[in-house]
T-cell receptor, first 109, second 116 residues
Framework: LAKTTQPISMDSYEGQEVNITCSHN???????ITWYQQFPSQGPRFIIQGYKTKVTNEVASLFIPADRKSSTLSLPRVSLSDTAVYYC??????????FGAGTILRVKS | EAGVAQSPRYKIIEKRQSVAFWCNPISGHATLYWYQQILGQGPKLLIQFQNNGVVDDSQLPKDRFSAERLKGVDSTLKIQPAKLEDSAVYLC??????????????FGSGTRLTVV
C-alpha cells in the first residue's frame, strides 16, 4: 500500500479557498486517490476520488499532477462547518481503505 | 436513503467484561466493514465482509474479538473480554461492492466504547 503524508493541521478563515496537499511518492499504477472528511462524533464521509488530472464535484476539486506523486484537495470558500479532519487515501480500486492520521482543518470566523 | 445504523451509541464497561455492537448497513450493500478508531488516529480496519463471508480479518484480534454477518445483512462485533486499550469508537461502513462505487463507503456514526 502506498504511504501518504499530509500536514497534521491547517488553519483558515471563512470564505477562503483551502488546499490540502497529500504526498504519495510510491503510488502504484493501479492506485486511485480518495479523500474522506470526518466531523467530530461522526464516521468519515466520502468527498472525492480521482486517478489523474482534475476531478470536480459539488463539494471539492481534486488536482493530480502527471506524475501522480501528490494530490491536492481544494475546498472553495470554506465555512465554519468545514472544520473537520480530512483523510487522503491511496489504493487500488476495490481494495480496503487504509486511513492515516489525516489533516485537521480549523476554519475561523 | 437511510444511512448505516449502529447501536448502541455509547457504552461503558469494566475491563474483562464483554460487549457487542450492532450494525445495519444500507439496503442492498453487499460489503460491510468494521473499523476501530482510537482517539486522535485514523480508523483501522478490523474486518471486511462480502455478503456473509469474511474477506479480510487480518487485523482483528481474534483472541478477544469476533464478528458475524448472518444472512448477509446485519452484523455484530463482539469483544470478550475487553481490555482498557479497546476504548475507541467502533465504526461500521458499507458499500455496494468492494470497489465502493462512485460514492465510496458509507459510514455509520459509530459506537463509542469506554473500558474502565
Amino acid at each position: 500500500l502506498a504511504k501518504t503524508t499530509q500536514p497534521i493541521s491547517m488553519d483558515s478563515y471563512e470564505g477562503q479557498e483551502v488546499n490540502i496537499t497529500c504526498s504519495h511518492n510510491n503510488i502504484a499504477t493501479n492506485d486511485y486517490i480518495t479523500w474522506y472528511q470526518q466531523f467530530p462524533s461522526q464516521g468519515p464521509r466520502f468527498i472525492i476520488q480521482g486517478y489523474k488530472t482534475k476531478v470536480t464535484n459539488e463539494v471539492a476539486s481534486l488536482f493530480i499532477p502527471a506524475d501522480r506523486k501528490s494530490s491536492t484537495l481544494s475546498l472553495p470558500r470554506v465555512s465554519l462547518s468545514d472544520t473537520a479532519v480530512y483523510y487522503c487515501l491511496v489504493g487500488q480500486y476495490g481494495n480496503k481503505l487504509v486511513f492515516g492520521a489525516g489533516t485537521i482543518l480549523r476554519v475561523k470566523s | 436513503e437511510a444511512g448505516v445504523a449502529q447501536s448502541p451509541r455509547y457504552k461503558i464497561i469494566e475491563k474483562r467484561q464483554s460487549v457487542a455492537f450492532w450494525c445495519n448497513p444500507i439496503s442492498g450493500h453487499a460489503t460491510l466493514y468494521w473499523y476501530q478508531q482510537i482517539l486522535g488516529q485514523g480508523p483501522k480496519l478490523l474486518i471486511q465482509f462480502q455478503n456473509n463471508g469474511v474477506v479480510d480479518d487480518s487485523q482483528l484480534p481474534k483472541d478477544r474479538f469476533s464478528a458475524e454477518r448472518l444472512k448477509g445483512v446485519d452484523s455484530t462485533l463482539k469483544i470478550q473480554p475487553a481490555k482498557l486499550e479497546d476504548s475507541a469508537v467502533y465504526l461500521c461502513a458499507s458499500s455496494l461492492d468492494r470497489a465502493g462505487g462512485s460514492y465510496g463507503y458509507t459510514f455509520g456514526s459509530g459506537t463509542r466504547l469506554t473500558v474502565v
